[in-house]
């Protein structure tokens, strides 16, 4: 398949750290130094489908195509109020779309597994137009009383209009099931025969445990896929890295000895808007005309699960 249009939409409530040390034990300066993060967009009066919407409709115009024209439509999206239908339809419903639709719960790499599967669809010969788009609302998951997770997080949602060509020159997914070190769960309805005596926890992390997954998950997934598809890191124009911590980004560029300039960064405004984080910074250096046909992209992300992957692509 080939990347024909983006899109990326956001949330209007900027909250910066100065913001959050108003009421919670935290500064700028631990914020900025430990994550890279001085700001992120918060929902406050938006409903999370719209920013979906709006993100499909900008991909969508920019492809030149219409809803009609969709034949696949794939949605990653951790947590949302629609337990069911799913965010794809609450989305398509916005948009007029009527094609099939699935969303996946793949965290953080959501959008690179949604990559894999359009390409399995596209070469089942199933579909030739598919529309991707990761619609995120961690803000909501986390509670604002706990300071090592609240800060990290900020929403918004990305998306990507793909058709035939021969530009996704490899994917590659991994799973190291592993529910401890990030997770939220919630507790379900009472039955006659189950009580609810438990209460929902909201998101958890074991922050240095997955800092350190992550890297290793990073560099080992980009490397092998490189070697996979015979193309060396030298001749890579983009990395483009799930925007999770800056710190995380640095210890990729140390370990794989890619120059940093290759690896665009807007974690500094956006905090960590899981699936969502990967085309967004795919939409923003897109639009700023950064990347020229024929560059060679790779995608990286990581998260709960905790799942991985990695993706090249040919601009
Ligand atoms: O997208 C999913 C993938 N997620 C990630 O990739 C996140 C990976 N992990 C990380 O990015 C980092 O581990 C964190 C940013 C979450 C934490 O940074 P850290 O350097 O690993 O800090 P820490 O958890 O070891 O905490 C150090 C100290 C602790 O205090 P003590 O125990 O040393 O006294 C924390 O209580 O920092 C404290 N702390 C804070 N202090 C001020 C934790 N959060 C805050 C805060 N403000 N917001």
Redesign the pocket.
């Known amino acids: 398949m080939r990347i024909i249009g983006t899109g990326s939409a956001l949330p209007k409530k900027i909250v910066t750290n100065e913001m959050?040390s108003e009421f919670?034990?935290?500064?700028d300066e631990?914020?900025t130094t430990?994550?890279g993060i001085t700001s992120r967009h918060v929902i406050s009066d938006e409903r999370l489908e719209d920013l979906g919407a709006e993100a499909a409709m900008k991909a969508l115009d920019m492809a030149g195509l219409g809803v009609e024209d969709i034949d696949l439509f794939i949605v990653s999206n951790v947590v949302s109020e629609h337990i069911t239908p799913g965010m794809s339809c609450v989305v398509a419903e916005i948009i007029g779309l009527n094609c099939p639709m699935f969303d996946i719960n793949c965290?953080?790499p959501g959008f690179i597994y949604a990559l894999d599967m359009a390409e399995a669809y596209y070469k089942a010969g199933k579909a030739k137009n598919v529309l991707i788009a990761c619609i995120e609302e961690p803000t909501r998951m986390t509670s604002w009383q706990d300071?090592?997770?609240c800060?990290?997080f900020g929403d918004g949602a990305g998306a990507v209009v793909l058709t035939a060509g021969d530009n996704i020159k490899g994917t590659k997914l991994k799973a190291q099931p592993d529910t401890d070190k990030?997770f939220m769960r919630r507790v379900l309805e009472s039955t006659p025969y189950i009580n609810k005596a438990e209460s929902d926890i909201p998101l958890q992390?074991r922050?240095?445990e997955?800092?350190r997954?992550?890297v290793e998950a990073c560099t080992h997934g980009v490397k092998s896929l490189l070697d996979e598809v015979g193309i060396k890191k030298e001749d890579v124009s983009w990395f483009m890295v799930?925007q999770?911590?800056k710190?995380?980004i640095d210890s990729i560029i140390d370990f794989m000895q890619v120059p940093a300039d290759r690896l665009p960064v807007n974690i500094q405004d956006h905090g960590?808007s899981?699936s969502a984080?990967c085309p967004i910074l795919l939409d923003e250096c897109n639009r700023k005309g950064m990347f020229k046909e024929g560059d060679i992209i790779v995608l990286s992300a990581?998260?709960?699960g905790l799942l991985s992957g990695a993706a090249v692509l040919e601009w």
Do not use: E, P
């Open positions: 959050l919670l034990d935290t500064s631990w914020i430990r994550t965290a953080c300071r090592s997770t800060v990290l990030l992390m922050g240095r997955v800092f997954f992550a799930h999770a911590n710190r995380i960590n899981s984080s990581f998260g709960a």
